[in-house]
């Protein structure tokens, strides 16, 4: 069972990145599905899930409306989109399942990526 996280990079204010998380071992829609941040210093925040059963869609309010989460059954791959990026958006972003339909804090969460980086400076 793994995530792999990738797409993360260094972006101007006001950029976009797409992060992507693909999954092995297992099936992604049997899972909620969701991605955190850990800012340096911070603890680590969820970011956004999307559940198993019906595609909801969750996002904390520091993130809504510029950060768009989705998942691609086919490929078995989570994805999110961030537009707008400031520079309080730099963290290292980590992609996880739990065996929920949906699931929002750290603990009920069953597998992580080893996070990727996305740094938002001028």
């Known amino acids: 069972v793994q995530l792999q996280a990738s797409g993360g990079g260094l972006v101007q204010p006001g950029g976009s990145l797409r992060l992507s998380c693909a999954a092995s071992?297992?099936?992604?829609?049997?899972?909620?599905i969701g991605w955190f941040r850990q800012a340096p210093g911070k603890e680590r925040e969820g970011v956004s899930c999307?559940?198993?059963?019906?595609?909801?869609?969750y996002y904390a309010d520091s993130v809504k409306g510029r950060f768009t989460i989705s998942r691609d059954n086919a490929k078995n791959t989570l994805y999110l989109q961030m537009n707008s990026l400031k520079p309080e958006d730099t963290a290292v972003y980590y992609c996880?399942?739990?065996?929920?339909?949906?699931?929002?804090?750290?603990?009920?969460?069953?597998?992580w990526g080893q996070g990727t980086l996305v740094t938002v400076s001028s």
């Open positions: 999307i559940s198993s059963s019906d595609g909801s869609t």
């Open positions: 996880a399942a739990a065996h929920y339909d949906s699931a929002w804090y750290e603990h009920e969460y069953d597998y």
């Open positions: 071992g297992f099936t992604l829609d049997d899972y909620a």
